[in-house]
Nanobody, 121 residues
């Protein structure tokens, strides 16, 4: 069984910073891409940033230049450094990873339960 667990959410004032972390654990054979999505109040879930196993990154236009995604392949972790936060960044942030588990021959997307980020004005 594979699990993704996020940490690091919280309440911050506009202009502040937060760092989210996500750890993948369980019967993991290999991890390809990892990333972060978010879902704000009354909004659809949207891509924030992704990173491949080789370190190539992709960002939503709304966060480019403010957020930085990174990963530690040895520890199966992915992090999101969020700077210059805005009230519109308020959302539940979800970690995701494209994983091949030990007991499954196919690759699947796994999701964490999410962590709340609230940015006050």
């Amino acid at each position: 069984q594979v699990q993704l667990v996020e940490s690091g959410g919280g309440l911050v004032q506009a202009g502040g910073s937060l760092r989210l972390s996500c750890a993948a654990s369980g019967s993991i054979y290999s991890i390809n891409a990892m990333g972060w999505y978010r879902q704000g109040p009354g909004k659809r879930r949207e891509l924030v940033a992704t990173i491949t196993s080789g370190g190539s990154t992709n960002y939503a236009i709304s966060v480019k230049g403010r957020f930085t995604i990174s990963r530690d392949n040895a520890k199966n972790t992915v992090s999101l450094q969020m700077n210059s936060l805005k009230p519109e960044d308020t959302a539940v942030y979800y970690c995701t990873a494209y994983i091949r588990a030990l007991d499954i021959s196919s690759w699947e997307y796994y999701w964490g339960r999410g962590t709340q980020v609230t940015v006050s004005s």
